[in-house]
């Protein structure tokens, strides 16, 4: 997918979509009803990349790439970036949890929800102000301590590509398209992470790529992957410190 046919594919998605024109662009999406009730834990990876290819509102994509073209046609002057979570708020405050709840970590639905929180997410920054649609299904204010900005169009469109390689069973063929997504819009970790699988099918190398997954967007699932590559035991004790021993139970 190309970034005008990522874009086209988020106009469409608006004219469905209830909301209210206010002065500004955060005062606008605020009043936006995805028509999302809960996280969506009960959708599969398979339902995922469908929601994905099409630029769906159900999916975090479609709700980011559905709130940039909202601002871009009521505030064309506005700055509109897409936004990818680096370090998630959410995350932060369950393993905070943890921390203090050490017993949570025998509760497979509280660990589960933390794991589901660190997972790749996307939002939409306007003007240098994130704007995150799960703000409004849970009634406060979410701001993630880091978000890395990419080109909203390019970067939607990178992220559909990346949802493609998912349909594609030959690891060649995934491969192309990942590489396809890096060059449309370069450096993000999305892709990078995906990369990993079909390198590891062709015989490759993945090491080094899955440290500098490591680096850009620390994680447990990664730091996992990493652990068994290296067969390392510091990865598996920073595992343990982090999120507590039982975490490799749910890889």
Known sequence: ????????????GIESLEYAVRDTPMETL???????????????????????????????????????????????SAKVQLGEVR???????????????????????????????????????????????????LGCDIVHPEVATFPIWE??????TVSESHTETNPRKKLDLLWEAEEMCPSMSLVQENICGPMAELGLDTVGVVDECLRR?????????????????????????????KITEFF
């Not at 997918?1 to 469409?12: I, P």
């Not at 990493?226 to 004790?237: C, D, F, I, R, S």
């Open 87 to 137: 370090k998630n708020y959410l995350a932060g405050l369950m393993i905070q949890i943890l921390h203090e709840e050490p017993l949570k970590s025998l509760d497979p639905s509280f660990m589960q929800e933390l794991l589901m929180y660190e997972e790749p997410h996307l939002v939409v920054v306007v003007d240098g102000q994130q704007f995150e649609p799960l703000s409004i299904q």
């Open 217 to 245: 967007r620390p994680c447990a699932r990664t730091l996992f992957v990493l652990a068994v590559l290296t067969g390392e035991e510091k990865y598996y004790e920073q595992l343990a410190r982090k999120y507590t021993s």
């Open 1 to 12: 997918m190309d970034a005008l046919t990522a874009r086209n594919l988020a106009y469409v």
């Open 155 to 160: 970067g939607v469109a990178s992220a559909v």
């Open 30 to 76: 605020k009043t936006v009803n995805f028509g999302v009730s809960a996280i969506s834990l009960q959708y599969s990876q398979e339902e995922f990349v469908k929601l994905n290819l099409s630029v769906d509102r159900r999916s975090c994509l479609g709700r980011a790439a559905q709130a940039a073209a909202i601002v871009e046609k009521h505030f064309p």
